[in-house]
């Protein structure tokens, strides 16, 4: 790494860390102002809060990383145009893209690592944020009832077979009790079981205690009763516990209206939904389609935020750094506008998904290249 760029990367790495430490004490207080209250009727210790916000800080970071590298850059480049830095670097040969090399390598590292944040680490800290909660509450539910679902239903479409009603079902274990299942044979007729449980060990769904009837293709035909079994394994049946409870997850984010539109469903969600429904309804493809496109949109926030960052610090070595606060408040609002609008239309089916959810991200990335052109 050549000296000029450990200088601008040291100049710009220390407000940025400022700036992610001032967001997060912001976001903390802010947080536990409005919820003091309700931890304290949870019975939580200075400790409890504290582990708290800490299994929360991922879920925060793809707010706070973005705007940190805006107000960082707009402070540090600022700073360099006011003291002549920018013109004595240009006159000595270097071309604004050189100079912002360190910038972008810095972009591509906060892209990935806000992916990896956001898809693998955010799920399972939130969840254990939740349990902090409930630590102290002396008639909370028992480790088995917390993940108990009951009277799930659900279709796989992949296979043309329901599951439902079924009595209750183990979101962590995949134990079913009460199971009901109907499927559609190869000769066209119907078969349903009905059980007193089931598991899926090795990849098999088996079931105790079954009682299972057949019907013939005709509307008027009655079921027919087979023979009880104690045991029934049913290789075919590929329903896995990640695609059940990835359709418990986004059928609950589906139906449940939000004021805010994000990128709140993990990849693996969506496509552990889509395996069971290869083909969903075009409203439900439109809203999933559009949230698996911003998952890959969000994290690339942060190298649009460098882009357009540059050439509206450089353009002018007068500025007072207190503009570039205002401008990286100004420029967050924009993009969040911009993003909520391409969202919406998204999800609504109004726009092709890519285009909702990389809208904010194209829209500034171009502004950004075209500014950096037109500097001299």
């Given at each position: 790494?050549r000296l ?5 990367l040291?100049?710009?790495l220390v407000p ?6 001032g967001f997060?004490i912001?976001?903390v207080?802010?947080?536990?102002f ?6 304290q009727?949870?019975h939580l210790?200075a400790?409890?809060i504290?582990?708290y916000?800490l299994f929360?800080i991922?879920?925060?970071?793809p707010?706070?990383?973005p705007?940190s590298?805006?107000l ?5 480049i600022?700073n360099h ?8 670097m ?6 604004l893209w050189?100079?912002c090399a360190s910038?972008?390598?810095v972009?591509?590292l906060a892209?990935?690592?806000l992916f990896?944040?956001d898809?693998?680490c ?10 902090i909660?409930l630590r102290?509450?002396?008639?909370r ?6 993940h108990?679902i009951r009277?799930l239903a659900f279709?796989n479409?992949r296979?043309d077979r329901?599951w439902?009603p079924i ?6 274990t995949?134990e079913?009790t009460q199971?009901h299942?109907?499927w559609?044979l190869?000769d066209?007729?119907w078969?349903s079981i009905f ?5 899926r060990t ?7 205690r079954?009682?299972e ?11 027919v009763?087979l023979p009880?079994?104690?045991v029934?394994?049913?290789?075919e049946f590929s ?12 059928r609950d ?17 969506i496509?552990n939904?889509r395996?069971l429904?290869?083909?969903?309804e ?8 559009t ?6 949109a969000?994290?690339?926030t942060?190298?649009?935020?460098v882009?357009?960052a540059?050439p509206?610090?450089?353009?002018s070595?007068?500025?007072?750094v207190?503009?570039?606060?205002a401008?990286s ?6 993009y ?7 969202f919406?239309?998204g999800?609504?089916?109004r726009?092709?998904a ?10 500034f ?6 500014m950096?052109f037109?500097i001299r």
């Amino acid at each position: 790494m050549r000296l000029l760029d450990r200088y601008l990367l040291r100049e710009f790495l220390v407000p940025l860390a400022y700036c992610i430490c001032g967001f997060l004490i912001f976001w903390v207080a802010f947080d536990l102002f409005s919820e003091l209250h309700a931890m304290q009727d949870k019975h939580l210790l200075a400790s409890d809060i504290a582990e708290y916000y800490l299994f929360r800080i991922p879920e925060f970071l793809p707010v706070a990383l973005p705007v940190s590298l805006l107000l960082a850059l707009l402070y540090a480049i600022t700073n360099h145009a006011r003291h002549n830095e920018l013109t004595a670097m240009r006159t000595a040969g270097l071309s604004l893209w050189r100079l912002c090399a360190s910038y972008l390598a810095v972009g591509f590292l906060a892209c990935a690592a806000l992916f990896v944040l956001d898809e693998f680490c955010a799920p399972k800290t939130a969840e254990a944020a939740e349990q902090i909660l409930l630590r102290h509450i002396q008639r909370r539910p028992g480790p088995d009832e917390q993940h108990q679902i009951r009277n799930l239903a659900f279709k796989n479409s992949r296979e043309d077979r329901f599951w439902g009603p079924i009595g209750v079902y183990n979101l962590v274990t995949g134990e079913m009790t009460q199971p009901h299942v109907e499927w559609r044979l190869a000769d066209g007729s119907w078969r349903s079981i009905f059980a007193d449980r089931a598991v899926r060990t090795n990849g098999v769904w088996t079931f105790y205690r079954v009682h299972e009837f057949k019907a013939m293709t005709a509307t008027n035909s009655l079921p027919v009763p087979l023979p009880e079994m104690n045991v029934l394994a049913e290789p075919e049946f590929s329903e896995t516990l990640e695609e059940i409870k990835s359709e418990i997850n986004i059928r609950d984010r589906y139906g449940r209206p939000t004021r805010t539109h994000r990128a709140d469903v993990p990849i693996n969600e969506i496509l552990n939904y889509r395996r069971l429904h290869p083909d969903p309804e075009p409203a439900v493809n439109a809203w999933l389609s559009t949230k698996l496109e911003g998952r890959f949109a969000g994290p690339f926030t942060c190298l649009v935020v460098v882009m357009i960052a540059l050439p509206f610090a450089a353009a002018s070595g007068r500025r007072n750094v207190f503009v570039g606060v205002a401008a990286s408040i100004s420029i967050f609002f924009a993009y969040f506008i911009i993003q909520q609008f391409g969202f919406a239309l998204g999800e609504a089916g109004r726009v092709p998904a890519w285009l909702g959810a990389w809208l904010p991200n194209l829209t500034f990335g171009i502004a950004g290249v075209a500014m950096m052109f037109k500097i001299r």
